[in-house]
């Protein structure tokens, strides 16, 4: 049964390597913002993966959380989340999966991956995980007899420098996180090819814990949502490469349902 949230210290806000690597400055930076539009700390807690993070959700560990699609279609029961806000990428709160392979590699289609390393990010992933899988699965590959070596990086960045320095062959990314080194570390990017580029999804959410202070869950949403409305705000999302926060149903998600529902996890809802 999840805890009372906020009966600690500040408000917990978890993150994972997964979304976004930033560095520690930028976050304690984010922080302040948050905390003075909130009144009251707001403390991010990383972790590895995105199941320490749910599991972190359930408890009552975390009051918020940047997560996956993947994970917030997932069946829970009783519902102990709430869709706050969802990031807005090059004008959309759309993202999609890219499968990348290295730069002078003679790989030009997903049937050439046969006999390859491959890596994903998190099995709880949709970019990294879900949609490669789907993908192959919908022209008759099988991933678990297409590759030789498959592995997680936990990381979406770490997924770009694996290929980037051939420790894999190929690798499925969030298409906004090699965007975003795209233009922050080109000569890295560079080194890599987008092999394919699936349909668009909804964007990783930011969700908060059900049944917590409401006060507190909407002063959350209302300070994602108004942060390109002054200049500390626009620096912030300048930095995570982001147009912005907004309010959607979610209902945005119900392609990653679909798709999860196509290969029959049983933990959908």
């Known amino acids: 049964m999840p805890l009372p949230a906020i009966g600690r210290e500040g408000v917990q806000f978890g993150l994972t390597a997964v979304v976004v690597?930033?560095?520690?400055?930028?976050?304690?930076?984010?922080?302040?913002?948050?905390?003075?539009?909130?009144?009251?700390?707001?403390?991010?807690?990383?972790?590895?993966?995105?199941?320490?993070?749910?599991?972190?959700?359930?408890?009552?560990?975390?009051?918020?959380?940047?997560?996956?699609?993947?994970?917030?279609?997932?069946?829970?029961?009783?519902?102990?989340?709430?869709?706050?806000?969802?990031?807005?990428?090059?004008?959309?709160p759309l993202y999609r999966s890219y499968v990348i392979v290295h730069r002078d590699s003679t790989i030009r289609s997903l049937e050439d991956l046969k006999g390859k390393v491959f890596a994903y990010s998190d099995p709880d992933s949709n970019s990294g995980y879900l949609v490669p899988r789907a993908t192959l699965a919908r022209i008759r590959l099988s991933p678990d007899a297409l590759f030789r070596i498959s592995f997680f990086t936990y990381n979406h960045a770490e997924t770009v420098e694996a290929?980037?320095?051939?420790?894999?062959?190929?690798?499925?990314?969030?298409?906004?996180?090699?965007?975003?080194?795209?233009?922050?570390?080109?000569?890295?990017?560079?080194?890599?090819?987008?092999?394919?580029?699936?349909?668009?999804?909804?964007?990783?959410?930011?969700?908060?814990?059900?049944?917590?202070?409401?006060?507190?869950?909407?002063?959350?949403?209302?300070?994602?949502?108004?942060?390109?409305?002054?200049?500390?705000?626009?620096?912030l999302l300048a930095q995570l490469a982001l147009d912005g926060f907004g309010a959607y149903e979610p209902s945005l998600f119900d392609e990653i349902r679909q798709l999860a529902r196509r290969l029959s996890d049983p933990a959908v809802r």
Do not use: Q
Request: hydrophobic letters at 40%.
């Open 163 to 235: 290929v980037a320095n051939r420790v894999a062959d190929a690798g499925a990314v969030d298409s906004y996180v090699w965007e975003y080194l795209h233009r922050t570390n080109p000569a890295l990017t560079a080194r890599t090819r987008i092999l394919h580029r699936s349909e668009t999804f909804g964007f990783p959410p930011i969700v908060g814990r059900r049944g917590g202070d409401k006060g507190i869950n909407a002063a959350m949403r209302a300070a994602l949502l108004t942060m390109h409305e002054d200049a500390d705000g626009k620096s």
């Open 21 to 92: 690597r930033e560095n520690i400055a930028f976050f304690e930076r984010w922080g302040r913002y948050l905390s003075e539009r909130l009144g009251r700390p707001v403390i991010f807690v990383r972790r590895r993966s995105y199941r320490e993070i749910m599991e972190l959700l359930e408890t009552g560990e975390l009051d918020f959380a940047w997560i996956c699609g993947y994970p917030f279609v997932r069946r829970r029961e009783p519902e102990y989340l709430d869709l706050v806000a969802v990031p807005i990428f090059e004008g959309a």
